[in-house]
């Protein structure tokens, strides 16, 4: 539709502009014509008084005493008052020329060949008696026409009164100036030849042009004048080239419009997808956003954030601290990770805080926060991402519980594993407590004893009692289900205990323990038995995998060493070593190539090592067999 206006006023703008000039055209043709039928006419009565005063003298020749000085007389006036009038003669009635002017040539002389066309006008003019007009007839290099009017004495003709009218001469006295200015005038016979002319404009430039007979003389002489055609005035001219630049100005403004337009609306449309992809994606969210102002002032919260902490947008956005959803038990620490969040320094990594839902439950939070930057570059606030982590927590501690919960059974299977180890051991001292029980008895019985001789078997009894009651305090301690602890505890004494849990063992396979511990070492922060449990499986796992190697070579070594911040453990064994296959899986649960093997002891190892920070690994020993190493970091006082 616009483009179809557009072109419509083009259309009317040009058909406008090509009428205007069509009626300036028309105007000018009236114009035109009126002027040329107003010469015609003025040239009609010009020469209608000429015949009336030729008439006249005609008349007052006749009547004369002394026609010659009459006619000298009244034709000299007569051509004055009418230059066009070339020649004046007076012929008597056998054509002999009695008088004339300006002198006796008369132009006729010069025009032989019309020379009877006049006498044929002549006699026209005898035969009826009243003025007659000769055929126009070429002399002296331009035109000339006659009068003949004849000269009656009483009833009788007694001569003629001949006038040579010039052409040239009536232009060039009988038309105005302007008329000569305006048009290209000429007078031209019924051929269309050119018999006088005059004019001041350029031929070839007139393309507008009226004719209309000449009559007298007649014989088809016509005046023709010729006018430019539509002299346009620069004014005008301006005005047109104005109108159609302001015209393509206008068109090709439209034309921009409508490119600006249409990028316009593109542009709206993919905001409006942009803006579509955008709620859905921001309803899909679980994740609960909220922005804020410099201030503080909630401006923006996204429906996950609303359903997590069940209030609504209306109740949150416009809120300044505290939030409704703070946890009135730990706003101070709240209030203070706000602060620090409007101060830009909020931890990279995020923070957890407890939140308070609308229905009064809690949950624990996520959050991570990241400055609002508008398009103007302006920092207008804080972008907050608030992830529920209570189920995670949850499982977090589940999974703390179960892990305790199997480090507990795998160290009450080690236990059970090593019941004999520990039934010899207990025997030891239990045999030696009964043998000094009946040395005792058997004193008692005999009534020859000093009470220094019972007194000292009584001791070792108590020594022996002691060992045994010590051996059963390790397994307690061992077996017992607490929560770990982390106390400062001494490596080799934890080195030692284990090795005293496994020297049975290694005994009934034939392998040597060796251990290397640097005499002065530093105090370690941990958990005793969980680090114990440690040791005891992998040096366990070192006389099982020995079970092939020669006897004489079968060597169990733990060496103790201590680094820049850290000590070292290092268990080694001589034995089948580890294929890489296995290896990859070494770590995870219920991984074994024992055809009764739990699986779980390397698993629990690691846990273990990782929950006291430090790091667990295995190496292959160049001598053959395997090395499992792990570290632990010294004075580190939380894990
Ligand atoms: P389990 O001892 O019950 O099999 P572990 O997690 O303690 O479970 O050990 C997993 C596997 O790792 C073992 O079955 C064994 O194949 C391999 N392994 C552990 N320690 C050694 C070692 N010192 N030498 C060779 N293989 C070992």
């Known amino acids: 539709m616009p483009k179809l206006a557009v072109g419509l006023l083009v259309i009317l703008l040009i058909a406008l502009l090509w009428l205007l000039q069509d009626n300036e055209k028309e105007d000018q043709r009236a114009t035109l014509i009126a002027d040329v039928l107003w010469l015609e006419q003025s040239f009609r009565f010009h020469l209608e008084s000429n015949t009336e005063q030729l008439q006249q003298l005609s008349l007052d020749l006749a009547r004369s005493e002394d026609s010659d000085q009459l006619f000298d007389t009244r034709a000299r006036h007569l051509m004055k008052t009418s230059p066009e009038l070339a020649h004046l003669a007076w012929l008597d009635y056998s054509g002999v020329t009695r008088a004339a002017l300006p002198s006796h040539i008369s132009p006729r002389q010069g025009a032989t060949p019309s020379r009877e066309r006049m006498e044929d006008s002549s006699e026209l003019a005898r035969k009826l008696g009243k003025p007659v007009f000769s055929h126009p007839y070429p002399a002296q290099g331009e035109t000339f026409f006659e009068l003949h009017v004849p000269v009656y004495r009483g009833d009788q003709l007694t001569g003629m009164l001949v006038a040579s009218h010039s052409l040239n001469g009536m232009i060039g006295q009988l038309v105005p100036w302007w008329f000569v200015e305006k048009y290209q005038l000429q007078i031209v016979d019924d051929e269309g030849s050119i018999l006088a002319s005059k004019s001041k404009l350029n031929a070839g430039a007139t393309t507008l042009s009226h004719q209309v007979l000449l009559d007298p003389p007649g014989y088809g002489l016509a ?42 609306l593109a542009a709206e449309q993919a905001l409006r997808a942009e803006h579509a992809f955008r709620k859905a994606m921001e309803d899909s969210l679980t994740v609960g956003m909220r922005a804020r102002d410099r201030e503080g002032r909630i401006t923006y919260v996204n429906p996950a954030f609303c359903e997590m902490t069940g209030f609504d947008a209306g109740e949150l956005i416009g809120a300044l601290p505290p939030y409704p959803y703070w946890n009135p038990e730990e706003l101070n620490r709240t209030r203070e990770l706000h602060d620090k969040v409007l101060d830009g320094l909020a931890p990279e990594e995020g923070f957890e805080l407890r939140f308070r839902r609308k229905n009064g439950d809690f949950f624990d939070a996520l959050v991570y926060e990241a400055p609002l930057i508008d398009s103007n570059g302006t920092h207008t606030g804080w972008m907050g991402s ?18 305790e919960k199997l480090q507990a059974t795998s160290r009450l299977v080690t236990m059970g594993e090593m019941a004999s180890t520990l039934a010899h051991e207990l025997n030891q001292p ?36 002691q060992r045994a009651g010590k051996i059963i305090r390790r397994v307690h301690d061992f077996v017992r289900k607490s929560e770990p602890k982390l106390a400062e505890c001494d490596l080799a004494e934890v080195v030692d205990d284990a090795i005293g849990f496994i020297e049975h063992l290694a005994q009934k396979r034939n392998v040597r323990i060796g251990r290397e511990i640097p005499g002065w070492r530093q105090p370690l922060l941990a958990d005793q038995v969980m680090i114990e449990q440690v040791l005891l499986n992998l040096m366990r796992n070192a006389i099982e995998a020995m079970s092939d190697t020669e006897p004489d070579r079968r060597r169990l070594t733990v060496r103790v060493t201590q680094h820049e911040g850290q000590i070292e453990v290092r268990v080694i064994d001589n034995g089948s070593g580890i294929a890489d296959a296995v290896k990859e899986r070494l770590f995870t649960p219920f991984f074994s190539t024992k055809p009764n093997g739990m699986g779980m002891g390397l698993n629990i190892c690691r846990s273990i090592i990782e929950f006291h920070k430090g790091r667990l690994w295995v190496e292959a020993n160049p001598e053959g067999g395997t090395i499992f190493v792990f570290t632990l970091p010294l004075g580190s006082a939380e894990p």
């Open 223 to 264: 005046l023709k004048a010729m006018a430019n055609r539509v002299a346009s005035s620069t004014a005008q001219n301006l005005i047109i080239t104005l109108i159609i630049f302001l015209a393509a100005a206008v068109f090709w403004s439209l034309w921009v419009m409508r490119g600006l337009m249409q990028h316009r």
């Open 386 to 403: 608030v992830l529920d982590i209570t189920e995670r927590k949850q499982a977090e501690e589940l999974a703390r519980q179960q892990e």
């Open 430 to 465: 239990l045999a030696a407590i009964s043998s000094y029980n009946t040395g005792c008895m058997n004193k008692l019985d005999s009534g020859k004893f000093t009470p220094d001789e019972l007194r000292g078997a009584m001791e070792k009894l108590g020594v022996q009692a």
